[in-house]
């Protein structure tokens, strides 16, 4: 993902990876092949970001569609709706082949520090959370 490059090259610093950041996410189809740690980096760069919230100032109740192996994602959403249609997505496909996995909705609340961006373009109720952040016990 370019904005990583760019970034890190110091081509673009500031403003225009806050311009930048929540495009490249939404475009990317995985936002997750960057690795969290990059993505943590570039949202530190920017602090919160939205294209129609402030920031929180309450805890937030969020869920996400998974498998459980991928729970403490970074991408969650306001809307259950949302999520059980992430939850009931077709199979996937992995080393060539075709796998079902058993995914379900995931619920957390979470403190206002946690939410690093919001979402609304989609029709997603995005929420991106920093995964460090979830509960440990969840």
Same mark, same amino acid.
């Given at each position: #993902?370019?904005? /990583?490059? /760019?970034?890190?090259?110091?081509? #673009?610093?500031?403003?225009?990876?806050?311009?930048?950041?929540?495009?490249?996410? *939404? /475009?990317?189809?995985?936002?997750?092949?960057?690795?969290?740690?990059?993505?943590?980096?570039?949202?530190?760069?920017?602090?919160?970001?939205?294209?129609?919230?402030?920031?929180?100032?309450?805890?937030?109740?969020?869920?996400?569609?998974?498998?459980? *192996?991928?729970?403490?994602g970074m991408s969650w959403t306001t809307d259950p709706i949302v999520a059980e249609r992430f939850a009931a997505?077709?199979?996937?496909?992995?080393?060539?082949?075709?796998?079902?996995?058993?995914?379900?909705? /995931?619920?957390?609340? #979470?403190?206002?520090?946690?939410?690093?961006?919001?979402?609304?373009?989609?029709?997603? *109720?995005e929420v991106i959370v920093n995964p460090r952040m979830l509960p440990r016990d969840w």
């Amino acid at each position: #993902i370019l904005i /990583w490059a /760019w970034w890190a090259a110091g081509i #673009i610093v500031g403003a225009d990876v806050r311009e930048r950041i929540l495009p490249v996410w *939404s /475009w990317s189809e995985y936002p997750r092949d960057l690795g969290t740690q990059r993505w943590l980096k570039l949202f530190r760069a920017t602090g919160y970001v939205s294209d129609s919230h402030l920031a929180p100032s309450e805890p937030i109740t969020l869920y996400r569609g998974a498998v459980e *192996s991928r729970r403490r994602g970074m991408s969650w959403t306001t809307d259950p709706i949302v999520a059980e249609r992430f939850a009931a997505r077709r199979p996937i496909l992995v080393r060539g082949r075709i796998v079902y996995r058993q995914r379900q909705v /995931w619920q957390v609340t #979470i403190p206002p520090k946690a939410v690093l961006a919001r979402i609304e373009g989609r029709q997603e *109720s995005e929420v991106i959370v920093n995964p460090r952040m979830l509960p440990r016990d969840w």
